[in-house]
């Protein structure tokens, strides 16, 4: 078992950054694949972003792609989202994920476990 625990969001207007963290405890953290995945009022979650166990793949949306960073800190169990150069269509309910797997992936369907998300509002 992994939980998953975001924190970092809030309103921030446009053009400006936030870093998301999502920490996790349970299993070895530093095997799992990992992804950050948003859902906006009234639309289905979509994927973000996504790292593989060692950070060494990474894979963007490309909405987010040059704006969003992802990032992990095995020794903290911790995987960030620095997000800059915000819009207002980037408002969203943003979910981490764990894979049970160490490679990292674009699919909902792939991710195991899951946070409870954390808000992330830009205005205009």
């Known amino acids: 078992q992994v939980q998953l625990v975001e924190s970092g969001g809030g309103l921030v207007q446009a053009g400006g950054s936030l870093r998301l963290s999502c920490a996790a405890s349970?299993?070895?953290?530093?095997?799992?694949?990992m992804g950050w995945f948003r859902q906006a009022p009234g639309k289905e979650r979509d994927f973000v972003t996504a790292i593989n166990w060692s950070g060494a793949t990474t894979y963007y949306a490309d909405s987010v792609k040059g704006r969003f960073t992802i990032s992990r800190d095995n020794a903290k169990n911790t995987v960030y989202l620095q997000m800059n150069s915000l819009k207002p269509e980037d408002t969203a309910v943003y979910y981490c994920?764990?894979?049970?797997?160490?490679?990292?992936?674009?699919?909902?369907?792939?991710?195991?476990?899951w946070g409870q998300g954390t808000q992330v509002t830009v205005s205009s």
């Open positions: 349970g299993r070895a953290f530093n095997s799992n694949g």
């Open positions: 994920g764990a894979r049970s797997y160490g490679n990292a992936d674009t699919r909902e369907s792939q991710y195991a476990y």
